[in-house]
């Protein structure tokens, strides 16, 4: 497989803007008002801090100040926090080996009556940290009741390191873990693999979605002279190889159509004395089309 000389693509870092006031990162006191959980999702502070919050640097933003956490693939654990601060957040993702998204927002909290009887609630601040993308597909956590008290989500804020971050016409990631596809035959019984590119290990998706567009583009210009349809990239997998345990590259494998966890098996092989591993191993389609396969 040939390919043009790609561009290397490196994702930009949002650039911090200042919080504003620090009276717009505290939790709600009691005397505020009436505590309900209605009460506790028009907070207008969480509004502000959420709607106002910095994008830490190496991150984007996925999403700003919902009502609902992620549920994403691959818990990394969580974290509070006295305050709301998703640099802090960023901090504790970047330091953890393979935390690659977070959620900040704030959770309501039941208050036991006997500490204070005018105060049923307050929030309790969380970081929690995901493996796999943080997006608005996977905000769907907005609560439960328990023992009669309404537990809701504020200001819920979303994101994702720029390392995995998806480009442009790309859909976000499904995090396959430490397991590469391994691609069976489509359902016309024809092969989908379209060959990989080889990166150094600084990890970026963006440069596997310039490499799988730049496939799609030679082979519409360079079309098969049997008049066959040609076989366009729609989808790539990545993951960082490691040697013996150390980090050797950033693969990227290019196919013409979405494959799902469900062939996600390969885990690596060993050379001689040598182990070859899978890690932070990630799936992105093209987002108009993932190139399902259609029985001809
Ligand atoms: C308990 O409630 C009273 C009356 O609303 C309030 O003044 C006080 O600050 C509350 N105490 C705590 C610890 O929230
Ligand atoms: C951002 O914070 C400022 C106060 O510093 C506030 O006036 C403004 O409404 C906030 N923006 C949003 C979108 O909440
Ligand atoms: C947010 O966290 C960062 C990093 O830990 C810290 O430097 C900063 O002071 C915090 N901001 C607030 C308002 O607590
Ligand atoms: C996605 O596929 C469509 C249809 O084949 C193509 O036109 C488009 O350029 C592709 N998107 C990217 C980002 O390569």
């Not at 006997?114 to 796999?132: H, L, M």
């Not at 430490?178 to 019984?189: E, F, K, M, R, V």
């Not at 066959?228 to 040697?243: D, G, I, L, Q, R």
């Not at 469900?262 to 070859?276: E, F, I, L, P, R």
């Amino acid at each position: 497989m040939h390919f043009a000389t790609l561009p290397l693509l490196f994702a930009a870092t949002t650039l911090a803007s200042p919080l504003h006031k620090q009276a717009y990162l505290v939790k709600r006191a009691c005397t505020t008002g009436p505590d309900t959980a209605t009460d506790f999702l028009a907070y207008p502070a969480y509004v502000n801090t959420a709607s106002n919050a910095t994008t830490p640097p190496g991150y984007a933003n996925t999403y700003t100040n919902l009502h609902a956490s992620s549920n994403a693939d691959g818990y990394a654990g969580y974290t509070t926090l006295p305050t709301y601060n998703t640099t802090a957040c960023a901090e504790k993702c970047t330091a953890s080996k393979n935390c690659h998204a977070f959620n900040n927002f704030y959770e309501r909290t039941a208050v036991s009556s006997s500490f204070n009887s005018s105060c049923t609630s307050t929030a309790t601040i969380k970081c929690v940290f995901w493996n796999g993308a943080v997006t608005t597909a996977n905000a769907v956590n907005t609560g439960s009741t328990q023992n009669n008290f309404e537990i809701v989500i504020a200001g819920s804020n979303g994101y994702v390191a720029s390392a995995i971050s998806p480009a442009t016409g790309y859909s976000a990631p499904v995090y396959f873990s430490n397991s590469g596809i391994q691609a069976p035959l489509d359902c016309n019984g024809k092969d989908t693999y379209l060959g990989f590119q080889t990166f150094d290990a600084n990890f970026d998706a963006s440069r596997c979605a310039a490499a799988c567009s730049a496939q799609a583009a030679y082979a519409l210009t360079h079309l098969p002279s049997d008049g066959s349809t040609p076989k366009t990239c729609k989808f790539f997998n990545t993951y960082v190889e490691s040697k013996n345990g150390v980090p050797q590259d950033q693969k990227c494998v290019l196919y013409s159509q979405t494959w799902s966890k469900g062939v996600a098996t390969n885990t690596g092989y060993a050379y001689g004395k040598d182990v070859y591993a899978v890690g932070m191993s990630y799936g992105y389609s093209n987002a108009t089309d993932a190139g399902v396969c259609v029985k001809a």
